[in-house]
């Protein structure tokens, strides 16, 4: 059963980066995660498994620390 009044919402990793001084280009060229897929966390949406754990693998974090599932106001 689907709810559509919830999403994944990956503001966490941008706090992340923030607090490691890390833009998103940093991100991108240290894991290998393309723009596009970039361009889509910053919109919430649906991301690969593989894409998340570059990128908790690069920051050495679990995947709670950058993503949460949100209920849309």
Known sequence: ???KNQYFSYNKLWKLLIDRGMKKKDL???SG???ASIAKLG???N???DVLLK???TLKCDISDI???RNEE
Do not use: D, L
């Open 1 to 3: 059963m689907e709810n």
């Open 28 to 30: 991108r060229e240290k």
């Open 33 to 35: 995660v393309r723009s």
């Open 43 to 45: 919109k919430n949406e």
């Open 47 to 49: 991301m690969t498994t």
């Open 55 to 57: 990128i908790c693998v």
């Open 67 to 69: 993503m949460e599932i």
